[in-house]
Structure formats: structure tokens, C-alpha cells
């Protein structure tokens, strides 16, 4: 009796508990949907690409290089990979609320008898929560958080939009996310073009991307493919017919240079995304994911006659390589990029990236410094064959281009005209070679100088972009630029996270920063043809107006770098290999390209000059003596000098006719010649 009475009062106290665990469970869930309830529906943004704008505010490209995103409607992707998803993933997709009982206490059993969290029972909606807001790792803690924002997904949203939402961030590898990049990736076809067979084999992929991709292991993915279309056709979503087809359908994998490419400046939006990192201290995948709006610099017309002048000028059939970069020298802002002939082919950054000697290209930054230690255009150094002594009993002999030299003094204005390397080395040793390495570091050069005389050639190895940015100082009179491609960044929830700075320093003295650029005006000008012609006689006839610039020539490099007011462009070729250029034609590509491309970008835009600051005279100057111009002079080229620093004396080397006869003429000529040159420089 007891006995009895002792069991009937258990049976009423387990009985008690169930109903006290079930009303507990029952209103903890309710607490759950009142509270996802409350929240309302989740944000779907963090699915959003990010876009980046030209200057002029164009979509210049949106999730390249490494991760590629392209949402597209459920209307337009094939029913062949809706169903295959479903099939493999989700069949019951449209029956549950977001989980699935049956597969989740199958999944629950064999995590504990195996004590871990291998077992999946993920729907379509969990896994989309998890593309959305969560990380992928397998603990207890993000597999509530997946079902609190799936029970928040089934509750705001339908199960066509969340469909669409999986297809459209699910990863398929080889940084791909959704369908529609998956579909151009592998097939090179748009999400709805899709055949029962492809779709089957793309539908395979999520579950490793990595481990079932085609394109790492063809069998592997050939045979989860097979299962999908089995169970296709044992659901009857496929008849025999077309599984018979599908099954045996031979598929044509995208080559890799058919696949869909950036549209504009590649290398541009790589160079954005690493300014990018580095401006939020983020890392690729936040920035690419994180639906982040980037204004960059860039100018797309320019991008396009860049990249049209590499192109015309350099043969397809050609190896060499190409590093291009025009940059704003208001500010540094970088218009346009060229970072190699074909980004599919190598996504090295040759404009960026790659460190090259510049040669004579690095000279501008030594006769910077000469002219702050009183030289002047008219300086006069011997051009002649010189073996420098280094210490230690070395000794040091450089040579000029062909080996050719003047054989007499030279001026500075003829030395950069002609870049006579023996006037720079003597320059670099009479001002010490440190004096040149502290130089380049005020025009923003950061790379490893060595200071020894070579650096005088350009010895060291540079960027294309530092070496861009410092002529850009010249160009806008001395102030302080760094290249850059990022104007400003706002974030999905539209603040802006980062806007640029655009205060500037004088880094440099404006005179001689004008006087300098000047005199680099000279490469162009025929009137100062020495015992050899100016650097940029080939290509003097193709300029429309003024620029300043400077060549460089190594056995594997060849550089031009110059300038208007408004634009500095960069340019350097040769082989990634470091062979020597052996072909004539080859040499002059970097001018060829350079003066295309400057052209293009200046039509139709009025005359510029470059502005002359206070305290400086203009003097026409008889280049081979570096004296005042006479009517006699067979040339003539206007120079510029600090006053109190411009020649004293006329040329006397030039008279014709009697001497006696017209002697008092040619004195009154040149006294009237004199005057009228004081008071207009």
C-alpha cells in the first residue's frame, strides 16, 4: 500500500516537472519570438558590396580582385541551380520555420555520441544568418546566435527573399560569392544561363569550397555532381531523360582569360583597397564585405588614354612591362594607374609595388640640392672621361651615354639637357653624398638610399609612385605631396569613416624649385644640342606646349618622368627578368608612351605656365658659354636666376664681318640689347 501511494507521488512529481520544463521551454521560446519580435527585421546591408567612384563620381568597380559579388534576383538565375541548392541543401526549405526538427535531433545524436560539432543541420535560412552576420567557427555559442537571426529571418522576410539572399552570399571558392560570380568564374555565364548539369555541379560547392571545386579536384566535384543529380531524380525534379543528359553532359570550364574583367584601372582599385586597409586598419575581407562607399581619384578618361598609349605603343607580341602613374601635383591625388600590360596574366603592381633604378631620372633631386649650394644654370663643369677616388684606394669611373662626352666645360642647363653623367658625379662628390640622400628625402623618396656617388645615376632602387610624387613637388612649387587614390570613405550606414587632408607644407624653396623645372624644360629644347642632341629631341616635335622632365636609362630599365602645372606622369618599362633592353625601339617606349599620353590628356585645354615666384630674373643665355646672349649667339635660351646670381658678361665668342668696320654698331647693338633686357627681366 505505500509502495503504491510512494509511486503515485512520483508519477504526480515527474509529471510536474515535465509540464514545468514544458511550460518553461514554451515560454522561454516565446520570450525568444516576442524579443526577435521587438527587435524587428535584421539588417541586411552586410551583404552589400562595396563600390568604388571615379573623381567624377562613376562606379569604377565593385568587389574585384580576390572576392567577387554580384547579386542578382531569383527571376534571373536558372531553376536548374534553385533546385539543385534545395535539393542538396534544404529539402524540406519550404515546410520548416526556419529549423528543421528532424535533422536537428539526428545532428544533436551524433554530436554527442562523437562529442563534437561536425554534424551539420543547418537550413538554408541558418546558413544564410550565418553568411550574413556570424563567423563560420563550429562552437554552441554561434550556433544560438544562428538561430536567434534565422528566427528573425523567417519572421520578416519570405522565403523567396531569403532564397535569393542565400544564393546570392553563399561562398563557391576562389574568392566567388554567389551564384552569379560563381556562374562567370567557372562557366563564364550569367546565373541564368545555367544547364541541369552545371547547376548540379555548382550546387556541390559550398558545402568545401575548397574540397569540391572542379577546378582543384575534378573527380571529387564530379562525383558529389553525380549524387545531386541522383537525388534530383529520385525527388522527381528532374525526369529520366534529363537525367540520363545531365549526368553524362561534358562540362566547359571558363579559361581564365575569358573570364569577365575589371573594367577600369585593375591595378587602381588593388592600390585603392590596400589605401583602404591601411586608412581603417582593416583587413581585405572587412573591406571588401563591409559595403563601404570609396570616392578615389581617379579620372577615368585618363585611366583609358593611359592604357591606350601603353597599348598602341608596346607590341602584344612584347614581354616587356610597363609602370605608369599621373598624379595631381596640387594635392598627389593619383588620376591614373598602369601597373603591367595584362592584370589577369600578373597582378603585380609595377607602379606600386616594384623598385627599380631610376638612372638619370633621380637626377633632379641632386640639382635640387646644387642650386641650394650656388650653382646656377650657367655653372660650368668639365665633360670629359673622370676617374673619381672614392677612399679606401678605390676608385670610381663612370661613363657617358655611348661615350661620348663635350670634351670642354659644360653648364649645368646643357649637363641636364644632355644628362651628361660626369657633371653629376662631380656635382654629388663636391657636395658630399649625403647631401643628395637628405635631398631625396625632402622630395618624399622613403626607399633605401645608399651614399655613395653612383646614387648621383640613380643607382638605388625606387617606386615609380615615389618618384612621381617628388617631381610633383617641383610642379606645384615646392610643397609636400604623397600619392594617393582615396578621396573619401563612408560606410553602409552612410558616415563618412574617412575624409583626406589636404593641408600641404613648402617642403622646398619655390625659386629654385622654378628654376629647376626650367631648366628641365631643356630636354626638350634643340637650342642647347650639345656634343650630342637632347634627351627628348625624338619626341620634341610631337608636344603641343611647354613640359619639364627628365629621362633615366639603366641596361634594364628605361624611365621618362615629366610634367605641365596640372599633371605628372611617370613612366617606366623594361623586362620583370631584369634582362637588358637590347632593342633600340624599345628604349624610347617610356617616351613614346609618356608624350602620347600627355598629349591626349592636355587637348583642348588652354596654354599653362609654370608660375615664376618674386626675386627672379629671366637672362637669354648663349648656351655653350654660359654668358649673356649677343645678336651674334647662333642660339639663345632663356634662363632664369635669383637676382644678383645671373652672368655679368655678354658672349664674346661670336662676331662676323670686319671687326674694324662695324665694331662701334656691334657695341651699340649690344648696349640697346642690354637695355632692353633689364627692363623687361
Known amino acids: 500500500m505505500e509502495k503504491t501511494i510512494l509511486s503515485k507521488k512520483i508519477k504526480r512529481l515527474l509529471l510536474k516537472m515535465v509540464f514545468g520544463m514544458t511550460l518553461f521551454c514554451i515560454s522561454g521560446l516565446l520570450l525568444i519570438y516576442l524579443f526577435a519580435l521587438l527587435l524587428g527585421p535584421p539588417n541586411l546591408l552586410n551583404d552589400q558590396k562595396t563600390t568604388y567612384y571615379s573623381v567624377s563620381g562613376e562606379v569604377i568597380g565593385e568587389e574585384h580582385g580576390v572576392e567577387n559579388r554580384h547579386w542578382v534576383g531569383l527571376e534571373k538565375m536558372?531553376?536548374?541551380?534553385?533546385?539543385?541548392?534545395?535539393?542538396?541543401?534544404?529539402?524540406?526549405?519550404?515546410?520548416?520555420?526556419?529549423?528543421?526538427?528532424?535533422?536537428?535531433?539526428?545532428?544533436?545524436?551524433?554530436?554527442?555520441k562523437t562529442m563534437s560539432l561536425k554534424e551539420g543541420a543547418s537550413t538554408l535560412t541558418q546558413q544564410y544568418a550565418r553568411n550574413l552576420f556570424l563567423s563560420h567557427e563550429k562552437t554552441w555559442t554561434r550556433k544560438l546566435k544562428e538561430a536567434f537571426y534565422a528566427i528573425r529571418l523567417e519572421m520578416f522576410y519570405s522565403k523567396e527573399e531569403i532564397l535569393a539572399g542565400y544564393l546570392n552570399t553563399v561562398y563557391y571558392g576562389h574568392g566567388a560569392y554567389g551564384i552569379e560570380a560563381a556562374s562567370n568564374h567557372f562557366f563564364n555565364k550569367s546565373a541564368d544561363?545555367?544547364?541541369i548539369a552545371e547547376a548540379a555541379m555548382l550546387a556541390g560547392i559550398p558545402k568545401g569550397p575548397t574540397y569540391y571545386s572542379p577546378q582543384n579536384d575534378l573527380e571529387r566535384a564530379r562525383n558529389r555532381q553525380q549524387h545531386i543529380l541522383t537525388i534530383m531524380h529520385e525527388k522527381d525534379v528532374i525526369t529520366d531523360e534529363e537525367y540520363f543528359l545531365a549526368s553524362r553532359e561534358h562540362l566547359t570550364y571558363a579559361d581564365p582569360k575569358d573570364r569577365e574583367q575589371l573594367s577600369v584601372g585593375p591595378y587602381f582599385q588593388d592600390t585603392v583597397l590596400s589605401e583602404a586597409m591601411n586608412r581603417l586598419e582593416l583587413d581585405q575581407e572587412s573591406i571588401r564585405s563591409g559595403g563601404y562607399e570609396i570616392y578615389t581619384t581617379l579620372d577615368s578618361?585618363?585611366?583609358?588614354?593611359?592604357?591606350?598609349?601603353?597599348?598602341?605603343?608596346?607590341?602584344?607580341?612584347?614581354?616587356?612591362?610597363?609602370?605608369?602613374?599621373?598624379?595631381?601635383?596640387?594635392?598627389?591625388a593619383i588620376r591614373a594607374l598602369v601597373g603591367g600590360r595584362d592584370y589577369a596574366k600578373s597582378p603585380f603592381n609595377r607602379a606600386i609595388q616594384a623598385k627599380r633604378m631610376p638612372g638619370s631620372a633621380f637626377k633632379p633631386f641632386l640639382y635640387y640640392a646644387a642650386l641650394q649650394n650656388g650653382y646656377t644654370a650657367t655653372t660650368m663643369l668639365m665633360s670629359k672621361p673622370t676617374t673619381f677616388e672614392i677612399g679606401n684606394g678605390k676608385v670610381y669611373q663612370p661613363s657617358n651615354f655611348n661615350g661620348?662626352?663635350?670634351?670642354?666645360?659644360?653648364?649645368?642647363?646643357?649637363?641636364?639637357?644632355?644628362?651628361?653623367?660626369?657633371?653629376?658625379?662631380?656635382?654629388?662628390?663636391?657636395?658630399?653624398?649625403?647631401?643628395?640622400?637628405?635631398?631625396?628625402?625632402?622630395?618624399?623618396?622613403?626607399?633605401?638610399?645608399?651614399?655613395?656617388?653612383s646614387?648621383?645615376?640613380?643607382?638605388?632602387?625606387?617606386?615609380?609612385?615615389?618618384?612621381?610624387?617628388?617631381?610633383?613637388?617641383?610642379?606645384?612649387?615646392?610643397?609636400?605631396?604623397d600619392g594617393y587614390t582615396i578621396e573619401k570613405i563612408v560606410d553602409r550606414e552612410g558616415r563618412t569613416v574617412y575624409e583626406r587632408d589636404h593641408d600641404r607644407?613648402?617642403?622646398?624653396?619655390?625659386?629654385?624649385?622654378?628654376?629647376?623645372?626650367?631648366?628641365?624644360?631643356?630636354?626638350?629644347?634643340?637650342?642647347?644640342?650639345?656634343?650630342?642632341?637632347?634627351?627628348?629631341?625624338?619626341?620634341?616635335?610631337?608636344?603641343?606646349?611647354?613640359?619639364?622632365?627628365?629621362?633615366?636609362?639603366?641596361?634594364?630599365?628605361?624611365?621618362?618622368?615629366?610634367?605641365?602645372?596640372?599633371l605628372v606622369?611617370?613612366?617606366?618599362?623594361?623586362?620583370?627578368?631584369?634582362?637588358?633592353?637590347?632593342?633600340?625601339?624599345?628604349?624610347?617606349?617610356?617616351?613614346?608612351?609618356?608624350s602620347a599620353f600627355m598629349e591626349e590628356a592636355h587637348e583642348g585645354k588652354s596654354e599653362e605656365h609654370f608660375e615664376a615666384p618674386e626675386g627672379l630674373v629671366a637672362v637669354p643665355v648663349d648656351p655653350s658659354t654660359g654668358l649673356r646672349a649677343t645678336p651674334q649667339c647662333p642660339t639663345s635660351t632663356v634662363m632664369f636666376f635669383e637676382e644678383g646670381t645671373e652672368p655679368d658678361f655678354?658672349?664674346?665668342?661670336?662676331?662676323?664681318?670686319?671687326?674694324?668696320?662695324?665694331?662701334?654698331?656691334?657695341?651699340?647693338?649690344?648696349?640697346?640689347?642690354?637695355?632692353?633686357?633689364?627692363?623687361f627681366f
Not at 83 to 106: C, P, S, V, W
Not at 569 to 594: L, V
Not at 662 to 672: Q, S
Request: net charge negative.
Open 455 to 481: 646614387l648621383a645615376l640613380g643607382t638605388a632602387t625606387v617606386t615609380v609612385e615615389e618618384m612621381v610624387s617628388g617631381y610633383g613637388m617641383l610642379a606645384n612649387g615646392g610643397y609636400s605631396i
Open 301 to 332: 578618361k585618363l585611366q583609358k588614354e593611359l592604357e591606350e598609349s601603353v597599348s598602341k605603343t608596346i607590341a602584344d607580341s612584347s614581354d616587356m612591362e610597363v609602370g605608369a602613374v599621373a598624379i595631381d601635383p596640387k594635392n598627389g
Open 193 to 195: 544561363e545555367l544547364t
Open 505 to 566: 607644407e613648402l617642403a622646398l624653396d619655390p625659386q629654385k624649385a622654378f628654376i629647376l623645372t626650367q631648366l628641365m624644360t631643356g630636354m626638350f629644347d634643340e637650342s642647347l644640342n650639345g656634343y650630342m642632341s637632347v634627351t627628348g629631341a625624338s619626341i620634341a616635335d610631337d608636344l603641343s606646349r611647354t613640359y619639364a622632365g627628365k629621362t633615366g636609362s639603366t641596361d634594364s630599365d628605361s624611365w621618362m618622368i615629366g610634367y605641365s602645372p596640372s
Open 404 to 453: 661620348y662626352y663635350a670634351d670642354e666645360p659644360i653648364t649645368l642647363a646643357q649637363a641636364i639637357a644632355l644628362s651628361d653623367n660626369i657633371y653629376a658625379v662631380k656635382t654629388n662628390m663636391y657636395l658630399g653624398t649625403d647631401t643628395l640622400v637628405n635631398t631625396a628625402r625632402k622630395f618624399g623618396i622613403k626607399s633605401k638610399l645608399p651614399s655613395v656617388p
Open 650 to 679: 655678354h658672349c664674346s665668342d661670336h662676331f662676323y664681318g670686319d671687326e674694324e668696320e662695324h665694331g662701334h654698331e656691334e657695341v651699340e647693338e649690344k648696349g640697346l640689347f642690354q637695355r632692353w633686357f633689364e627692363v
Open 78 to 112: 536558372s531553376p536548374n541551380i534553385v533546385e539543385a541548392t534545395l535539393m542538396i541543401e534544404d529539402q524540406r526549405f519550404y515546410k520548416h520555420n526556419g529549423f528543421d526538427i528532424k535533422r536537428i535531433i539526428g545532428a544533436i545524436l551524433k554530436d554527442i
Open 569 to 594: 606622369t611617370g613612366i617606366w618599362t623594361g623586362y620583370d627578368d631584369n634582362r637588358t633592353i637590347t632593342s633600340i625601339p624599345e628604349r624610347s617606349y617610356a617616351k613614346e608612351i609618356w
